[in-house]
């Protein structure tokens, strides 16, 4: 048994998104002398404007975590309290007093900063180990940006393939190319996408099913529905996704991976980011199983291809970059955007389509695919030029796969061009014609994409041209938004101004604005 406070060894710190039975926390842990710490801070959830099902996923998928390390014999401290981590885990230190906290490298910053400040106002030494669920450690990522004068994703995917032997034969890449992006993309016919695979999803146990009432108890004001909660929160179950994908979507992974239909939230994507976040599926078991797929004849190579560069590329890509940034990261606003988030941004309560249907899936399911997420809630924050620490903040709250290393520079990042191009090479601008090409949305929505002034113009086309005009300057010459910002001498004067009051009136219009 676990002897008394004054003689523990080690505190093992278990966070909610560290829910890895490999995890190098447990590392020659001996339960004669060790402890785990687990906490629901439910502080955090109240700090964060969490959505119900992403606080119930957490909750659920920690408390199932805390019972199988009991069954192992392991002893598990698990705490519920309104404080902050930071200040619960330094009065278990006061009390508990042992001789060392190990702890996995945290996914937040502000989190790593108050648990290893907690450790040090208490006097108590602090071991944080290298997080092995990733396949790029912080320090190989910051080796791979020394050696650049700019950070591209594709040069760090090419030598992470290399590196880990990945979708290599011969010591070339496999089919002959790296990227078969250009196979990919494409948009569904006009009678749509025809049958799509059902999602696995699991009916809550008991033990979901008390976090839910829990949850629907507490944070009632919290947005989103927890009625449709379906996600996997135990390793099993979380195999089980992987296996159904492999089996029945990653055949098709990557084609459609651009479009977006009416009544369609999961299509061909594999849903599988949740459980990786959490800790529950290791991104090495996820790329073996998708590889092998491949080599058995099960998939073809353009659509393994695909999905590996999102889990062996872009994931761990934006993990580097997240640590290696921070903490100044958040704090960056190239464009100066400074508008508030519309309030519709939590109901959905908008005439515009697009944004109607991607906003009701992330309410509804605490989920929308990676499109859906930049091109067309990202796109519209982006040409509104909201602030993006709120658009952060919004991303951060809604998603259950939202953990702050992968969230932030996706949506800081990639989708507001708030780092002025560390993550993408451009920003993501497009009018609503982009919407219309990718997607069926705009059939029934009362705008017309290919409308840039008057009261029917697309606001997305129309804060296109407003986003170009008001950044002229900056992008006139930039090698790669020179072309599009070329298109504004095709505009006589009368024309911007229209643009412009046209662009004023959205922002003035409740559920196009935030007036
Ligand atoms: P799939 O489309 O099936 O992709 C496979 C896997 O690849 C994903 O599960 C994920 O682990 C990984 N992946 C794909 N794209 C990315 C990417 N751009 N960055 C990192 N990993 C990627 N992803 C999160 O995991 N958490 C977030 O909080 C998050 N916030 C985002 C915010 C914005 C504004 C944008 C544009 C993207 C965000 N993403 C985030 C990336 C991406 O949209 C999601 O990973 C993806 O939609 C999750 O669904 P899926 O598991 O079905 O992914
Ligand atoms: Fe969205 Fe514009 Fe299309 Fe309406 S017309 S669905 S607002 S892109």
Known sequence: MVPDGSSIRHLIVVLGDQLDRDSAAFDRIDPSLDRIWMCEAKGEAEQTWSSKQRIALFLSAMRHFAAELRARGWPVDYHQTDGSLGDVLRSELERLRPTQVILVEPGEWRVRESLTAACRSVGIPFDERSDRHFLCSREAFAQHARRRKQLRLEYFYREMRVRHRVLMVDGEPAGGQWNFDHDNRESFPRSGPGPVPTPLRFEPDELTQAVIAEVNARYARHPGRIETFGWPVTAEQARQVLDDFIARRLPSFGRWQDAMWVGEPWLWHSHLAVALNLKLLAPATVIEAAEAAWLEGRAPIAAVEGFIRQVLGWREYVRGLYWMKMPGYLELNALQA??????????????????????????????????????????????????????????????????????????????????????????????????????????????????????????????????????????????????????????SEAERQAIQQRAGEVRRTPGLGDA
């Open 338 to 491: 400074s508008e508030p988030l519309p309030p519709w941004y939590w109901s959905g309560d908008t005439p515009m389509r697009c944004l109607r249907e991607a906003i009701s899936d992330t309410l509804e399911l605490g989920y929308a695919h990676h499109i859906q997420r930049l091109m067309v809630t990202g796109l519209y924050a982006l040409l509104y030029g909201v602030d993006p620490k709120a658009v952060h903040g919004w991303y951060l709250s809604v998603y259950v796969d939202a953990v702050e290393w992968v969230e932030l520079p996706n949506t800081l990042g990639m989708s507001q061009f708030a780092d002025g191009g560390i993550m993408a090479s451009k920003p993501y601008a497009a009018t609503g014609k982009y919407i219309e090409r990718m997607s069926n949305y705009c059939e029934g929505c009362r705008f017309r994409p290919d409308r840039r002034t008057g009261p029917d113009a697309c606001p997305f086309t129309t804060l296109y041209w407003d986003f170009l005009i008001r950044h002229e300057d900056r992008f006139k010459t930039h090698p790669r938004m020179a072309l599009q910002v070329k298109n504004l001498t095709r505009l």
